[in-house]
């Protein structure tokens, strides 16, 4: 099992500019989560799905959309990127949305946004 | 709201220290606590997490944490580092028997063991 894996591993934008940050699991994991980890700060949830054609907003959504159209693929977009969004992006998935469920991460993007 | 307090931000050990890392939580309900680590170039993964009963747990590469619900706290321990526990620990909760797994994390300690 590959676990969790994020493409890219890194990238640059320019301002105003939009791109897709992928995200799939191989675990058959019913819930995924979109994480963002800004220097000296932990992790804030960005949006969540706890299935496929299912997602809600978490703590910080403004500026990112999802989609959940398979079990498998969580993909993170941003439209107009801004600086504010350089970030370190993370993605989980865990079994259930049972609290005491562990979460799985992958591996992360780090986007720069100039 | 829940919150995570690390209040550690960087934290330098020679080999063989002993380590603990301080989490206090502010939440008004029952929680869940996890441990998670972020080893250089690598993905988060699960140290150890609490659910109920014994507050002490034991988790990987020897590790452990005690929950203290007076104090909401749920520090981490090792009692002898090694260089390759350098690394980045980040504590989490959420809130026990929620509709989703939500996880709130702490702003993380970087440890450094030196040789």
């Known amino acids: 099992n590959a676990g969790v894996t994020q493409t890219p591993k890194f990238r640059i934008l320019k301002i105003g500019q939009s791109m897709t940050l992928q995200c799939t699991q191989d675990m058959n994991h019913n819930y995924m989560y979109w994480y963002r980890q800004d220097p000296g700060m932990g992790l804030k949830l960005i949006y969540y799905s706890v299935g496929a054609g299912i997602t809600d907003k978490g703590e910080v959504p403004n500026g990112y959309n999802v989609s959940r159209s398979t079990t498998e693929d969580f993909p993170l977009r941003l439209e107009l990127a801004a600086p504010s969004q350089t970030s370190v992006y993370f993605c989980a998935s865990s079994s259930s949305g049972t609290s005491t469920d562990t979460q799985y991460f992958g591996p992360g993007t780090r986007l720069t946004v100039l | 709201a829940q919150s995570v307090s690390q209040h550690n931000h960087h934290v330098i050990l020679s080999e063989a220290a002993s380590l603990e890392l301080g989490c206090n939580y502010s939440y008004g309900g029952t929680v869940n606590l996890f441990w998670y680590v972020q080893y250089p170039g690598q993905h988060l993964q699960l140290l150890l997490k609490?659910?109920?009963?014994?507050?002490l747990v034991k988790g990987i590469k020897g590790f452990e944490a005690e929950f203290i619900k007076s104090k909401f706290s749920f520090n981490l321990r090792k009692p002898s580092v090694q260089w390759s526990d350098t690394a980045e620990y980040f504590c989490?909760?959420?809130?026990?028997?929620?509709?989703?797994?939500?996880?709130?994390f702490g702003t993380g300690t970087l440890l450094a063991v030196q040789p």
């Open positions: 609490y659910f109920s009963g014994d507050p």
């Open positions: 989490a909760v959420n809130a026990r028997g929620g509709a989703t797994n939500k996880l709130i």
